[in-house]
């Protein structure tokens, strides 16, 4: 007899799983640069258009119920987000053809002890992108990296990295919902997480 769930995972028809699976994908996404969560797409708000763009997720907390990026607090996304705190960040790994759209409100960490602390954890190859001299996004007759000349090709000494704390931020998504999406060719699953006060609230299936 054909067994229709033989090639199916455990999460097919389990909403308990995918919630098992989607931490689990997010926190490998989070350690390991090669997989394919390491980044993702935060789409804010703008006046004109929507406006979205890639980062890498840095933390990932299931108690807290957060993940967050790093970025510097002159870019265009923290301005937009100072003025609507509503964020979205979208996942999708090809090989496990699973997407994710998480949705929540952003909050700014910029010179506390959050972002001292990822600070102090981060390579001194990422704390470069900090010493930028002018906000990023700031136009240019010509082309530039931003960085002063003596420090295009070199990696600063500790004491010029550390001028680019006062620009490193972090952003933590305080997660609202979470949107599941497993493409299968028997039939695609969707389901939608609701969390209050950091606690999941309500699973429910959606029609793919
Ligand atoms: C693979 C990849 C990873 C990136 N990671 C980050 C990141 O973690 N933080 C960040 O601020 N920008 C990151 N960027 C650059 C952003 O996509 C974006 O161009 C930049 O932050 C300016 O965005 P804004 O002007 O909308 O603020 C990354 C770009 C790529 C292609």
Known sequence: MVNPNKDKPDFYNDLDKIVDALWDLLLIGKNKSKSEFHQGYIATYNNNYPSIRTVVLRHVNKSKNTISFHTD???????????????????????????????????????????????????????????????????????????????????????????????????????????????????????????ENNVLIKKSWLTP
């Not at 990295?161 to 998504?173: P, Q, R, S, W």
Request: with cysteine; aromatic share 10%.
């Open 73 to 195: 607090i002159r870019s265009k996304k923290i301005e937009e987000l100072k003025d609507n705190n509503k964020l979205s960040m979208l996942f999708y790994d090809h090989g496990k053809k699973i997407q994710l759209k998480i949705s929540g409100d952003a909050v700014i960490h910029n010179e506390n002890d959050l972002s001292r602390n990822a600070w102090d954890q981060s390579r001194s190859f990422s704390k470069k992108c900090y010493i930028v001299e002018n906000a990023p996004g700031t136009s240019s007759d010509k082309p530039v990296s931003g960085y002063l000349p003596e420090h295009e090709q070199d990696l600063p000494n500790e004491d010029v990295l550390e001028k680019g704390y006062a620009n490193f931020t972090l952003v933590e998504i305080q997660i609202s919902n979470i949107e599941w999406l497993y493409l299968h060719r028997d039939g695609h699953r969707r389901a939608l997480f609701t969390f």
